[in-house]
């Protein structure tokens, strides 16, 4: 069941988390993630931002909705990446980012969309 974040204290402390479970397991997004954070909050709509809560627990999925487009973020552990997907975590791949990918990259997809 999807939690809604509504105000910036709830959102830092999701941030925290993911930053604390990527240095666990997940060391090859943890830069991106943060870049990603900035792109997210710069490019939604009013709607509030939510992820995936289990047992209490925000978990490493966020869905925003952009130009009321709906996105999934969530970690591919195949790929050790960051995958953004379209209306579901099983939606059409739309990007995928890692430590690798260049801020320039992250900043015209945003701004594309």
């Not at 240095?23 to 709607?47: C, F, P, R, T």
């Not at 130009?67 to 552990?77: D, L, P, T, V």
Request: aromatic share 8%; proline share 3%.
């Amino acid at each position: 069941m999807p939690a809604q974040i509504q105000d910036v204290d709830l959102l830092q402390n999701y941030i925290k988390g993911v930053m604390e479970r990527a240095d666990h397991h997940a060391g090859a997004v943890k830069e991106i993630a943060l870049a990603l954070a900035g792109a997210i909050v710069w490019k939604k709509d009013s709607a509030p931002i939510e992820v995936y809560a289990k047992d209490g627990e925000m978990k490493n999925v966020l869905w925003v909705k952009i130009k009321g487009i709906r996105y999934a973020f969530s970690y591919n552990h195949t790929a050790s990446t960051i995958e953004m997907r379209q209306g579901t975590t099983h939606g059409q791949v739309v990007a995928s980012f890692s430590n690798t990918t260049p801020l320039a990259t992250v900043y015209s997809l945003f701004d594309g969309l």
